[in-house]
T-cell receptor
Framework: SQTIHQWPATLVQPVGSPLSLECTVE??????LYWYRQAAGRGLQLLFY??????ISSEVPQNLSASRPQDRQFILSSKKLLLSDSGFYLC????????????FGPGTRLTVL | GENVEQHPSTLSVQEGDSAVIKCTYS??????FPWYKQELGKRPQLIID?????GEKKDQRIAVTLNKTAKHFSLHITETQPEDSAVYFC?????????FGAGTTVTVRA
């Protein structure tokens, strides 16, 4: 069966510091991968998605970036965090090149102070 | 792009009553409509989904209906229980992506 991991689970960072969040999927090949952000009490905002290694699509211009160095690894980064970057970051996957059920990882709760 | 609107934003029901959440979408090319339940501090979990070639789907106390002509779909929860209290999100798919509604906070009163 497929499993999705995210780390760290929680993170407290000062404004202006860098960020690196990691997501990995097990038990499948060439999945579609997604990064979402959820502000407190709000909905799900799609940040980036990838249909293959090195293929990244950005949905919202901001100070975040994403990379996919391996088939089942998706990384979310920032060079300088803003207060508004605080939130619950969720990674999700779905079967390769399909419009299908997205399964979410456990999430990373980021607080920027 | 796809725009999904969800109503109501909050819903309070008595235990045992039914709950209905409605969503509309804008892109007629959307063909997959999942519903997610999110408990406080946890990840969204799929509870039911429907594809555009089906008008209704049921799974125990949960059902979803789809009206492609009107571009709206609804979630129905019958015989609500306290554990149904959560935030529910509808979504519509286009081009490998899901567009989510803003969510409905459901509270089941004992």
């Amino acid at each position: 069966s497929q499993t999705i991991h995210q780390w760290p689970a929680t993170l407290v960072q000062p404004v202006g510091s860098p960020l690196s969040l990691e997501c990995t999927v097990e038990g499948t090949s060439n999945p579609n991968l997604y990064w979402y952000r959820q502000a407190a009490g709000r909905g799900l905002q799609l940040l980036f998605y990838s249909v293959g290694i090195g293929q990244i699509s950005s949905e919202v211009p901001q100070n975040l970036s994403a990379s996919r160095p391996q088939d089942r690894q998706f990384i979310l980064s920032s060079k300088k965090l803003l207060l508004s970057d605080s939130g619950f970051y969720l990674c999700a996957w779905t079967r390769t090149r399909s419009t299908d059920t997205q399964y979410f990882g456990p999430g990373t709760r980021l607080t920027v102070l | 792009g796809e725009n999904v609107e969800q109503h109501p934003s909050t819903l309070s029901v008595q235990e045992g009553d039914s709950a209905v959440i409605k969503c509309t979408y804008s892109d007629s090319a959307s063909n997959y409509f999942p519903w997610y339940k999110q408990e406080l501090g946890k990840r969204p979990q799929l509870i039911i989904d429907i594809r555009s070639n089906v008008g209704e789907k049921k799974d125990q106390r949960i059902a979803v209906t789809l009206n492609k002509t009107a571009k709206h779909f609804s979630l129905h929860i019958t015989e609500t229980q306290p554990e149904d209290s959560a935030v529910y999100f509808c979504a519509a798919s286009t081009d490998y992506k899901l567009s989510f509604g803003a969510g409905t906070t459901v509270t089941v009163r004992a």
